[in-house]
């Protein structure tokens, strides 16, 4: 009776071990099971994070590569728009040279008379007009190599504003505000340019009446931004896109090479230009500071 219990007491002693032993395995094998699906849980979000990132970066990357192919699609149009409007511009040159040559000797004719004198101005009023298209055309045919030099660029922009013929001959308004950087490495008479150009342009969207705002600062990304605003209706957005391209002009009797030549300075001196309405059209003109010395 005595054995046949200890043998009792020992086979539940063994089964309750060997249950415990399966209880504990069953928990270990759905630990590990829950592991591996974490891990591969994480492992999936992983590459899915890092799918994403590849698709933007290519997007990113076939965007860079349009881009670049526009702008060496545009480049060589450029070019061959410069060489045909240099050939057209020295056409037009010489007869006009002539045409100015007759009309002046007709002027200082004493036989003609007062009608004819005023038609004959309103001839010369026409050549001068054709002579600034065709140095506009030699200027944006020639290129942008420019020599730089110190200059004064507060007291340049003050001299343009004072002396700017169609600033005289108008109601415009002059409102400036100048700050920081004075003294600047550039070319004086590629800056001059510049600013004309935008005073003609701002001169004709207001038609002639109006204000127009010029400010100098230093920005904190290390660039002198030129900002020049006037009060007229500003760009139409079907022009503000293309309104630096050439032969595109947003008033009435421009030639459409003014801002295409501002454009042109202003990236020889490795600036950049910005346009935007507010609404009036503001021009944001930014030189890196690397290539001006303070004096």
Same mark, same amino acid.
């Given at each position: 009776?005595?054995?046949? #219990?200890?043998?009792?007491?020992?086979?539940?002693?063994?089964?309750?071990?060997?249950?415990?032993?399966?209880?504990? /395995?069953?928990?270990?094998?759905?630990?590990?099971?829950?592991?591996?699906?974490?891990?591969?849980?994480?492992?999936?979000?992983?590459?899915?994070?890092?799918?994403?990132?590849?698709?933007?970066?290519?997007?990113?990357?076939?965007?860079?590569?349009?881009?670049?192919?526009?702008?060496?699609?545009?480049?060589?149009?450029?070019?061959?728009?410069?060489?045909?409007?240099?050939?057209?511009?020295?056409?037009?040159?010489?007869?006009?040279? #002539?045409?100015?040559?007759?009309?002046?000797?007709?002027?200082?004719?004493? =036989?003609?008379?007062?009608?004819?004198?005023?038609?004959?101005?309103?001839?010369?009023?026409?050549?001068?007009?054709?002579?600034? &298209?065709?140095?506009?055309?030699?200027?944006?045919?020639?290129?942008?190599?420019?020599?730089?030099?110190?200059?004064?660029?507060?007291?340049?922009?003050?001299?343009?504003?004072?002396?700017?013929?169609?600033?005289?001959?108008? #109601?415009?308004?002059?409102?400036?505000?100048?700050?920081?950087?004075?003294?600047?490495? #550039?070319?004086?008479?590629?800056?001059?340019?510049?600013?004309?150009?935008?005073? !003609? /342009?701002?001169?004709?969207?207001?038609?002639? =009446?109006? !204000?127009?705002? &010029?400010?100098?600062?230093?920005?904190?990304?290390?660039?002198?931004?030129?900002?020049?605003?006037?009060?007229?209706?500003?760009?139409?957005?079907?022009?503000?896109?293309?309104?630096?391209?050439?032969?595109?002009?947003?008033?009435?009797?421009?030639?459409?090479?003014?801002?295409?030549?501002?454009?042109?300075?202003?990236?020889?001196?490795?600036?950049?230009?910005?346009?935007?309405?507010?609404?009036?059209?503001?021009?944001?003109?930014?030189?890196?500071?690397?290539?001006?010395?303070?004096?």
């Amino acid at each position: 009776m005595s054995q046949t #219990a200890t043998s009792l007491r020992q086979q539940f002693k063994d089964s309750s071990l060997s249950t415990t032993n399966d209880a504990l /395995n069953s928990d270990n094998r759905l630990s590990l099971l829950k592991g591996i699906i974490d891990r591969f849980s994480e492992s999936s979000r992983i590459l899915e994070t890092r799918y994403q990132d590849i698709v933007h970066e290519s997007n990113a990357l076939r965007e860079q590569l349009r881009i670049k192919d526009e702008q060496m699609q545009r480049a060589t149009r450029l070019t061959a728009l410069g060489e045909a409007a240099a050939t057209i511009a020295h056409e037009i040159r010489n007869p006009l040279g #002539a045409m100015t040559l007759m009309t002046s000797l007709l002027v200082d004719d004493s =036989t003609i008379s007062t009608q004819q004198k005023k038609l004959l101005s309103q001839i010369t009023i026409s050549i001068n007009r054709l002579e600034s &298209f065709v140095a506009d055309l030699l200027q944006f045919a020639k290129g942008t190599k420019i020599k730089l030099s110190p200059l004064n660029l507060h007291k340049l922009i003050q001299r343009i504003l004072s002396s700017h013929h169609l600033l005289q001959n108008n #109601a415009i308004t002059i409102e400036q505000h100048f700050e920081g950087l004075e003294f600047i490495q #550039a070319n004086e008479s590629a800056i001059e340019r510049i600013i004309s150009n935008l005073i !003609t /342009n701002a001169v004709r969207a207001m038609n002639g =009446t109006g !204000t127009i705002s &010029f400010s100098c600062k230093e920005t904190a990304d290390t660039h002198i931004a030129i900002t020049f605003r006037d009060s007229g209706p500003g760009i139409s957005e079907q022009l503000i896109a293309t309104i630096f391209e050439p032969f595109v002009s947003a008033s009435e009797g421009g030639t459409g090479l003014g801002l295409a030549i501002v454009k042109q300075l202003v990236s020889a001196h490795n600036g950049s230009i910005m346009v935007k309405n507010t609404p009036s059209a503001e021009f944001t003109i930014l030189l890196p500071i690397q290539t001006l010395e303070r004096k």
